[in-house]
């Protein structure tokens, strides 16, 4: 017998329509492009959003075609979120921060119709325009008054709210298949060409149901919500789509993303919570320092993107009572796929045992499933000890990239993720490595993140990566690369006798290399292939 209850399908389009109806008061602040600070509400969005679905429609934009958007965390890139994918069409947000060649490869992969962009970029989108056959319509996303003088291609080049101005909001959001397209967005492609992601409504919609949830990111209409990390990316990690859902307060950055620019915002605007990378947040945590300043307001931070050292979780937690909130996820997960939330038992641990556990990226949220598994693809036991390659199913993950380029990624059912990690018997999975950056040292493993997380607890230690690096007797050994806080004095010799009772003494690097910077890549993340280049040879030659 089938149930007897309603059914609707999940769309991007029905959040909105939710925080209109039921939140239509709360307020959406944003720094804009043009130095100023925007403010409207809920319903002010939705009533655009509207009015851009009809702008899409008078361009052409049919179900299915994408559209692009080069833009940062604002009011019209939010607006461009729900009017593209509630209309049927898909949106796709490109990452500035890749390299000319890869955006230019991305839009004529995705055959982006028309791209949207914030003005911060007309530089990057006129080399673009001069090198792609699509889109041959830009919108700038500003006003007539700080429209460009002159567009230097043949292309068209639109006004966003003299469109918007053109239409009014009368706009039914069509019934969808929730098992359509909503957005696309790329991998950052360090090594290669970016591959596309190609959500749908139902993957969305259920993603944020559940990234929304307690024992994720834990979100509510009490809150007041600034996602650091780039709605140009990974949907900020669906905390525009999760603040809709709850009726939280919504803060967007744009392009002001330093320490003293982002404690300036959420202290005014009473941020609680807030998620981003670790580079960012070291930048904050640097200026409050300098300040002696402290939050009135920020009670949780959500790190991710990369490992968050333990020494940056003490420094939020004990200094500052904000609680960290560890968490990991992948473009191909849409893309939180664990958050380190802790259990019941787990509360009244110790407090070097709750820094150890916070130290891993957490449990599944429902609807993600894991597994580690040997190099002859079966299954390890979830002890804490065993290592193996993570695999991940669940209703957000991909099972094809974009344009059936490549073979499906997936092995029996699961998405091989290319990390190295481990599981405890709570379910808690731990990052070793990635799979092309784990050290292989006279026939034994040397875990990268490891070294780097001691390396941290220094605290002259700014940043600090590890490599593998070709040695004559052992194959690879591992070298340190260290960016030290200002006026610091440390030497090499006495980090490595920082080591001493932090990891096996087999694994400690037999170098320091100090460093001013390291490179970073299109998501904050370090490009370690760079440093594995330059370096590889440092144990041969030295």
């Given at each position: 017998m089938q149930g007897l209850m309603m059914q609707q399908p999940l769309l991007v389009a029905s959040l909105l329509m939710h925080a209109e109806r039921h939140h239509g008061e709360q307020e959406i602040v944003s720094c804009r492009v043009e130095g100023d600070v925007h403010r409207y509400r809920y319903r002010d969005l939705a009533q655009r959003a509207r009015r851009m679905a009809n702008v899409l429609a008078s361009l052409g934009i049919a179900p299915g075609e994408r559209v692009g958007t080069l833009a940062w965390n604002g009011y019209r890139h939010m607006e461009l979120y729900f009017a593209v994918s509630g209309s049927g069409a898909v949106l796709h947000t490109l990452n500035p921060r890749l390299h000319i060649d890869q955006l230019s490869y991305i839009i004529e992969h995705a055959e982006d119709r028309v791209v949207f962009f914030d003005m911060t970029f007309l530089p990057l989108i006129e080399r673009i325009a001069a090198r792609v056959t699509s889109p041959k319509v830009f919108v700038a996303m500003t006003d007539r008054?700080?429209?460009?003088?002159?567009?230097?291609?043949?292309?068209?080049?639109?006004c966003y709210e003299d469109l918007i101005d053109l239409h009014g909001d009368a706009f039914e959001w069509p019934l969808l298949d929730e098992n359509s397209a909503s957005s696309l967005c790329y991998t950052s492609g360090t090594t290669g060409?970016?591959?596309?992601?190609?959500y749908s409504h139902r993957s969305t919609v259920l993603h944020t149901y559940a990234a929304a949830l307690p024992d994720s990111l834990n979100c509510s209409a009490r809150d007041v919500i600034l996602p650091v990390v780039p709605m140009f990316h990974v949907n900020a990690w669906g905390l525009p789509y999760i603040a809709c859902m709850v009726g939280a307060k919504l803060v967007l950055p744009g392009p002001a993303l330093d320490g003293k620019s982002l404690y300036r915002l959420i202290e005014t605007e009473q941020v609680?919570?807030?998620?981003?990378?670790?580079?960012?947040?070291?930048g904050l945590l640097s200026h409050v320092a300098e300040q002696g300043g402290s939050f009135s307001s920020m009670r949780r931070t959500l790190i991710g993107g990369a490992p968050c050292p333990t020494a940056m979780t003490v420094e939020f937690q004990e200094r500052y009572h904000v609680d960290v909130l560890h968490a990991w996820g992948m473009t191909e997960l849409s893309p939180v796929?664990?958050?380190?939330?802790?259990?019941?038992?787990?509360?009244?641990?110790?407090c070097h045992a709750r820094y150890?556990?916070?130290a891993k990226q957490g449990r599944s949220v429902f609807g993600i499933d894991m597994k580690i598994a040997g190099p002859d693809g079966e299954e390890l036991p979830w002890d804490g000890h065993a290592t193996g390659d993570l695999f991940v199913r669940g209703h957000w993950v991909t099972r094809q990239y974009f344009g059936g380029d490549d073979a499906p990624p997936l092995r029996d059912g699961w998405f091989p993720t290319g990390d190295v990690a481990k599981i405890d018997s709570d379910g808690f999975m731990q990052i070793t490595d990635r799979s092309k950056d784990v050290i292989k040292s006279g026939g034994e493993w040397i875990s990268s993140v490891d070294i780097e997380n001691a390396a941290c607890l220094h605290p002259h230690v700014a940043m600090a990566v590890c490599i593998a690096a070709r040695h004559p007797k052992w194959d690879e050994r591992p070298l340190l690369l260290i960016s030290t806080r200002p006026g610091s004095t440390l030497t090499g010799d006495e980090l490595l006798a920082f080591f001493d009772d932090k990891i096996a003494k087999w694994w400690k690097p037999d170098a320091v290399i100090f460093v001013d910077s390291v490179p970073l890549g299109a998501t904050g993340k370090v490009l370690k292939h760079q440093l594995r280049e330059r370096y590889a040879n440092y144990y041969v030659s030295a």
């Amino acid at each position: 017998m089938q149930g007897l209850m309603m059914q609707q399908p999940l769309l991007v389009a029905s959040l909105l329509m939710h925080a209109e109806r039921h939140h239509g008061e709360q307020e959406i602040v944003s720094c804009r492009v043009e130095g100023d600070v925007h403010r409207y509400r809920y319903r002010d969005l939705a009533q655009r959003a509207r009015r851009m679905a009809n702008v899409l429609a008078s361009l052409g934009i049919a179900p299915g075609e994408r559209v692009g958007t080069l833009a940062w965390n604002g009011y019209r890139h939010m607006e461009l979120y729900f009017a593209v994918s509630g209309s049927g069409a898909v949106l796709h947000t490109l990452n500035p921060r890749l390299h000319i060649d890869q955006l230019s490869y991305i839009i004529e992969h995705a055959e982006d119709r028309v791209v949207f962009f914030d003005m911060t970029f007309l530089p990057l989108i006129e080399r673009i325009a001069a090198r792609v056959t699509s889109p041959k319509v830009f919108v700038a996303m500003t006003d007539r008054a700080n429209m460009p003088q002159a567009f230097s291609h043949s292309s068209t080049l639109m006004c966003y709210e003299d469109l918007i101005d053109l239409h009014g909001d009368a706009f039914e959001w069509p019934l969808l298949d929730e098992n359509s397209a909503s957005s696309l967005c790329y991998t950052s492609g360090t090594t290669g060409n970016p591959k596309g992601v190609l959500y749908s409504h139902r993957s969305t919609v259920l993603h944020t149901y559940a990234a929304a949830l307690p024992d994720s990111l834990n979100c509510s209409a009490r809150d007041v919500i600034l996602p650091v990390v780039p709605m140009f990316h990974v949907n900020a990690w669906g905390l525009p789509y999760i603040a809709c859902m709850v009726g939280a307060k919504l803060v967007l950055p744009g392009p002001a993303l330093d320490g003293k620019s982002l404690y300036r915002l959420i202290e005014t605007e009473q941020v609680t919570l807030s998620a981003g990378v670790p580079t960012v947040w070291q930048g904050l945590l640097s200026h409050v320092a300098e300040q002696g300043g402290s939050f009135s307001s920020m009670r949780r931070t959500l790190i991710g993107g990369a490992p968050c050292p333990t020494a940056m979780t003490v420094e939020f937690q004990e200094r500052y009572h904000v609680d960290v909130l560890h968490a990991w996820g992948m473009t191909e997960l849409s893309p939180v796929g664990t958050v380190c939330s802790f259990k019941m038992h787990q509360t009244t641990l110790a407090c070097h045992a709750r820094y150890a556990l916070q130290a891993k990226q957490g449990r599944s949220v429902f609807g993600i499933d894991m597994k580690i598994a040997g190099p002859d693809g079966e299954e390890l036991p979830w002890d804490g000890h065993a290592t193996g390659d993570l695999f991940v199913r669940g209703h957000w993950v991909t099972r094809q990239y974009f344009g059936g380029d490549d073979a499906p990624p997936l092995r029996d059912g699961w998405f091989p993720t290319g990390d190295v990690a481990k599981i405890d018997s709570d379910g808690f999975m731990q990052i070793t490595d990635r799979s092309k950056d784990v050290i292989k040292s006279g026939g034994e493993w040397i875990s990268s993140v490891d070294i780097e997380n001691a390396a941290c607890l220094h605290p002259h230690v700014a940043m600090a990566v590890c490599i593998a690096a070709r040695h004559p007797k052992w194959d690879e050994r591992p070298l340190l690369l260290i960016s030290t806080r200002p006026g610091s004095t440390l030497t090499g010799d006495e980090l490595l006798a920082f080591f001493d009772d932090k990891i096996a003494k087999w694994w400690k690097p037999d170098a320091v290399i100090f460093v001013d910077s390291v490179p970073l890549g299109a998501t904050g993340k370090v490009l370690k292939h760079q440093l594995r280049e330059r370096y590889a040879n440092y144990y041969v030659s030295a």
